[in-house]
């Protein structure tokens, strides 16, 4: 059963050594992400799974102790998806997509249980009525189960955004900025999947997921943090 979730943005920039000159203009969302990890640890669950995009070679699980990178964007800043049994990491040739590499840089941050954690990426192709699936099967694997949600909304609030300026973009935002907030999981189920896909909002399957999760769970939200900075939408919200 799910017994809380956190939805946070996914930007490699929520990382100071790789926004550089601009880490203060998102230290509030840092700060948000960080509120949000610590309901997860006090909900106490007995499985924490992190949900997050990916391209279609992406999908599937990572297990704990999987190595995320941010050399790719020039930093030599290494990261590992919680632990895995035992102290040291577990060497893998999969590495963590950038959504769930942000994920474990975030967790670094918390001081988590000592539940074990997994990865789950969804590709964007991946239907409603697949990710809604996932997410009820998700919801069944403990009995105290903690979702770490990631995703960014849409990525064309400004001219300078990266996809552009585009009119529906700030409506669609609002839309899930309001559905997290309220826990409304119909809403979420109900998405506009092309729409969201037009806008680059990557966070619409990991969404979905959350929405299956929470089927059965009776949760409360609360919307943290809301705002378009670099013309893409970044969300954070929690559930319990």
């Known amino acids: 059963m799910l017994a809380a979730a956190a ?16 880490a203060p203009e998102l230290d509030a969302a840092r700060t948000a992400c960080t509120d949000a990890l610590g309901l997860l640890a006090a909900a106490r669950p007995d499985l924490l799974v992190v949900v997050g995009p990916g391209e279609e070679r992406d999908h599937g699980a990572y297990a704990a102790g999987a190595l995320g990178s941010f050399r790719g964007f020039g930093v030599d800043v290494d990261v590992w998806l ?67 949600v990631m ?4 990525a064309c609030r ?20 309001r559905a997290l907030g309220e826990a409304d999981v119909a809403a979420l189920k109900t998405l506009d999947t092309e729409l969201a896909h037009e806008l680059m909002a990557s966070g619409r399957a990991p969404w979905q997921v959350l929405a299956g999760a929470a089927e059965e ?24």
């Not at 988590?112 to 699936?133: F, H, K, M, N, Y």
């Open 158 to 177: 400004t001219l300078k955004a990266p996809g552009y300026l585009d009119d529906r973009a700030a409506p669609f935002d609002a839309s899930v900025a």
């Open 82 to 148: 919680g632990r895995a049994d035992g102290d040291a990491p577990v060497p893998s040739a999969r590495r963590l997509p950038t959504s769930l590499a942000v994920a474990a840089w975030l967790l670094g941050r918390t001081e988590w249980s000592d539940a074990p954690i997994e990865g789950l990426v969804v590709g964007e192709p991946l239907t409603p009525e697949r990710c809604i699936q996932i997410g009820r099967d998700v919801a069944l694997r403990a009995e105290r189960v903690a979702l770490l």
């Open 217 to 240: 769970a009776g949760l409360s939200g609360a919307l943290l943090y809301e705002d378009a900075p670099y013309g893409v939408g970044y969300l954070v919200a929690t559930w319990s």
């Open 151 to 154: 995703g960014d909304a849409s």
């Open 7 to 22: 939805v946070c943005p996914c930007p490699p920039l929520l990382v100071p050594d790789v926004s550089a000159g601009a």
